[in-house]
Each structure stands twice: as structure tokens, then as C-alpha cells.
């Protein structure tokens, strides 16, 4: 009898040595990654060829020709006149379009290119103060470029841009996701090459910070998929093997 408890009690014990080992088996290999606490982990990037900017913007997020831009409302601008620096002004575009310069007054930027406010603003200093006045304009903030959020977020609608914009902060304007966002199925459209490109995003990754978080340019559309019946978009999403990356749509 004593014998019999001997060998119940050695199998106790050798019992609850093997459910530790296997729990710390699963815990290290098969069940979680190998990560040891407080160990900082790489964002993965996605690159420039990945990720291009649309046709009108370079690499480093300016616009590559100023002819392109049409000057509008709350657009933030650097204003210098050659070897002049009491004219230089960084101001703002107001909401009816104008801005105000000393010695000229004001002016109907809105709906201007870079070129022709520099000449409109050469023209007027030359009529009365300066002798072939060379005037300089560079656009430091777009605001009149907006991004189109729509889908399965809590207040769809088309945004303004203010500065750097990334995609979690454009998801932010439309006041989030809402409970039946797909959250693997956050899709950028973009004008590449004259045509429309889609590149898929993971939010998750993005927010757990396994993922870049891209930059969002004026006339992108941002589309959230939703749960739920498949549609084109879930087509398209379900297509591309590797996020983060821009396939015609």
C-alpha cells in the first residue's frame, strides 16, 4: 500500500513538471514570438518604390512644378522680394482668397498659380516704388489640398490638409473607425502615373508600430473596408499579397 502512494505521489509530481515545460514550449516557440521584455523592435518601411508620391509631388512632398498649384484659402506663404527684406512676409491666405502686402494692398491670390501671384505682385511694386522688382513665392503649407475618407468610419467626408499628414492622423479627422471596420483592409488610392493605384494597410500594425505609418497627399482617397459580403474592394484587398504596396485599381 505504501508503495502504491509512493509511485501516486512521484507521478504527481513528474505530471506537473511536464505541463511547465510544455506551457513554457508553447509560450516560447509555437504560442507568441520569441520576444524578450522591453526589446524594441524595427518599423517595418515600406520604401519609396512601394510608396510614391502622387505625379505632382517629389520625393521630398513639394510640388514639382509651381504652374501646377493653384493657390487657395488658408494656404500658408513665404513672400520675398530681391535684396528688399522689409517686403519679405510669411502670411496666410485668408478665407475670401486675399492677402495683404505694404505698399500694394491687397490681393486676389485664390485660384492664382505661384507665377502669376509673383508677377501680379511684381507688376504693382514696379508701377510705383521699384525698377524690375524680383519677387519669389514658395507655398509652405497646402491646406486648400484635401483627402477623401469614406467607408467604415464614424464621419466620412473630404478633409483638409494641414501640413505633414499620415494616415492615422487622416483616419483621426473622420473621427475613427467604427465596430465593423475591417482593420487589414485600410486602402490609399492615389494618381500615379497618370493612373489609379491602390496600396492596402494594416492599421493594427501600423498602431502596434510593426508598420510605417504612410504620408496622405491632396487628392488622395482613403477607403476603409468593412465586414462583411465581399465586394470589389474586399476583392482588391484580398489580391494583394504584401502591404504597403501600390497596384493599378
Known amino acids: 500500500m505504501a508503495l502504491i502512494q509512493r509511485g501516486r505521489s512521484i507521478w504527481r509530481r513528474w505530471s506537473g513538471i511536464l505541463i511547465l515545460l510544455s506551457s513554457a514550449y508553447l509560450l516560447s516557440g509555437c504560442g507568441a514570438p520569441n520576444v524578450r521584455p522591453h526589446e524594441a523592435r524595427p518599423v517595418a518601411r515600406s520604401g519609396t518604390n512601394s510608396m510614391p508620391p502622387p505625379d505632382s509631388i517629389d520625393a521630398e512632398g513639394e510640388y ?5 498649384y493653384r493657390i487657395g484659402a488658408n494656404d500658408l506663404l513665404e513672400i520675398n522680394v530681391f535684396q528688399v527684406e522689409e517686403l519679405a512676409r510669411t502670411l496666410r491666405v485668408n478665407t475670401q482668397g486675399k492677402i495683404s502686402l505694404p505698399l500694394i494692398g491687397s490681393i486676389d491670390a485664390g485660384g492664382m498659380t505661384v507665377g502669376e501671384l509673383e508677377r501680379e ?18 507655398v509652405k503649407e497646402f491646406t486648400s489640398q484635401r483627402v477623401t475618407v469614406e467607408g ?6 473630404i478633409y483638409a490638409l494641414t501640413g505633414k499628414t499620415s494616415l492615422l492622423q487622416a483616419l483621426a479627422m473622420s ?21 489609379k493605384m491602390g496600396a492596402v494597410f494594416d492599421i493594427a500594425a501600423i498602431r502596434a508600430g510593426r508598420m510605417e505609418d ?6 488622395d482617397i482613403v477607403v476603409v473596408d468593412q465586414s ?7 476583392r482588391f484587398v484580398e489580391s494583394l499579397p504584401v502591404f504597403a504596396l501600390f497596384r493599378p485599381f
Open 64 to 68: 514639382k512644378a509651381a504652374s501646377e
Open 121 to 138: 505682385i511684381a507688376s504693382r511694386l514696379a508701377q510705383k516704388y521699384m525698377q524690375n522688382p524680383q519677387v519669389s513665392i514658395f
Open 152 to 157: 467604415a468610419v464614424r464621419k466620412p467626408g
Open 175 to 195: 473621427e475613427g473607425l467604427d465596430s465593423l471596420a475591417n482593420q487589414q483592409g485600410i486602402v490609399i488610392f492615389r494618381v500615379i502615373g497618370g493612373q
Open 214 to 219: 504612410p504620408l496622405i497627399y491632396g487628392d
Open 228 to 234: 462583411g459580403p465581399r465586394t470589389a474592394l474586399r
